[in-house]
């Protein structure tokens, strides 16, 4: 017991003496990280860190980023804000270094931070004649996983954590909840039609086709609550012809079938949903809520329009020439399909347009026809899909796909890192 006793009485002691030593160290040294925040956890754009003392302002604390990238430096009383110029390449560990930091009792220190992005990587759908449909994620230059098979798969959206397949069951297309083993789910009535979705959540928009009236209607799943809702306004329901998630979630843009208007609309409020104006394409959506790239009906060939997702606030892309299918990095630069009306094939290179000025990027091999193209999440890598001319679609009753398709990983500077069997590639990535 009196050995007990020492060593308790010993153990105050030293902590008591620790917490002098921790105090005159915090007397003497100068601002510390705190806290740290992102806007974006994946590939962040910004990165706030909070100090323990107030900076003196007037200060020039030396910063540097390393692997280098250029950025934006704020500093506000104990907030040291870095806003990155460019985005951050995928799979990488960057550090801040903050040399010459001086507080107000003019006390200088050092201080460092460090944080590893995503890796992207792509979910894509391969259809086979002699062996069962597979939906597989490969990461670039990495390993493939197999997600999911079945005997036919007509599509898929893998979300935020749930993979919904569109699949035969008993000759009728069933929805499949694919990450959750295989959880047939109970649809409304009718006929499914489309499936929509996105990586930010897991909602999915879905359509159905009435039978009897041969209507269609729309529907919001919801995966986490596992309950659909119909997509209607002021009680009438919405047909829709494209829809995707927004970055929170719970937002949604969708383009209405009846007036070919874009909106924008928070299922979980009462407000109405707000009309973006008429459009014939969503070319993707920007993260952060920032807003959402669209080509218009009556657009030049090869004008983009830039939408502000909540203020309707419009900035127009124009790439100085025709394209076919086009997609746009967070910075406005455009990857497209250039068209050339002077020759028999109208389709024939991917370029890298930046304000007007196009520049080679990619040019397949003459025999085959690119027919999708997207872009990874931080802008990093383009997706491909291409087929053999002339193109001949398979036979699915839904999301039918041209056959012998070939999915191509470019580097954004142009350069072939990958190719895989497949279509449909969506692009995701693993933190």
Do not use: C
Request: without cysteine.
């Amino acid at each position: 017991m009196s050995f007990n006793k020492n060593r308790f009485a010993f153990v105050i002691v030293l902590s008591f003496a620790i917490s002098i030593l921790l105090g005159i160290h915090a007397q003497n040294s100068g601002p510390q990280i705190s806290s740290v925040s992102y806007d974006n956890t994946a590939f962040p754009s910004a990165v706030t860190l909070t100090m323990n003392t107030r900076i003196d302002e007037e200060s020039q604390p030396v910063i540097t980023i390393e692997p280098h990238i250029p950025f934006e430096l704020n500093i506000n009383s104990r907030v040291v804000s870095v806003r990155f110029d460019e985005t951050l390449n995928s799979d990488t560990e960057y550090t801040i270094s903050i040399e010459n930091m001086r507080d107000t009792r003019d006390k200088i220190s050092e201080a460092e931070h460090s944080f590893h992005t995503a890796t992207n990587s792509y979910v894509y759908l391969e259809r086979n004649e002699n062996r069962n449909d597979a939906i597989y994620e490969k990461i670039v230059s990495g390993e493939k996983k197999l997600l999911y098979e079945s005997e036919t798969i007509y599509d898929f959206v893998h979300g935020k954590k749930t993979l919904l397949v569109a699949e035969k069951v008993n000759d009728d297309i069933r929805l499949i909840e694919a990450s959750k083993g295989r959880k047939i789910l109970t649809e409304p009535v009718g006929t499914l039609r489309s499936l929509y979705g996105s990586l930010f959540g897991d909602l999915y928009v879905i359509s159905y086709v009435q039978e009897d009236s041969r209507s269609t209607e729309t529907y919001v799943y919801d995966a986490t609550n596992n309950t659909f809702e119909l997509l209607q306004e002021d009680g009438n329901p919405i047909e829709i012809l494209e829809a995707t998630v927004a970055e929170d979630g719970q937002t949604l843009l969708y383009r209405d079938k009846s007036d070919f208007t874009l909106y924008v609309d928070n299922i979980y409020d009462t407000k109405p949903a707000l009309p973006l104006g008429v459009i014939s394409k969503i070319v993707r959506y920007f993260p952060d809520n920032s807003g959402v790239a669209v080509e218009r009906p009556e657009r030049n060939p090869g004008l983009i329009n830039v939408i502000e997702t909540f203020s309707g606030n419009v900035t127009d892309v124009d790439l100085g020439l025709t394209t076919s299918l086009s997609t746009l990095s967070k910075d406005l630069t455009a990857y497209a399909v250039r068209v050339d009306f002077t020759g028999t094939d109208l389709e024939t290179d991917v370029v890298k347009i930046v304000d007007q000025q196009a520049s080679d990027l990619y040019s397949p091999d003459p025999n085959m026809r690119i027919h999708d193209i997207n872009i990874s999440v931080n802008d990093e890598f383009i997706s491909l899909e291409l087929s053999p001319k002339p193109v001949i679609y398979d036979n699915y009753s839904l999301n039918s796909q041209p056959q012998n398709s070939t999915i191509k990983i470019l580097h954004s500077n142009g350069e072939l890192i990958e190719e895989v069997f497949g279509s449909s590639a969506q692009w995701r990535y693993l933190d």
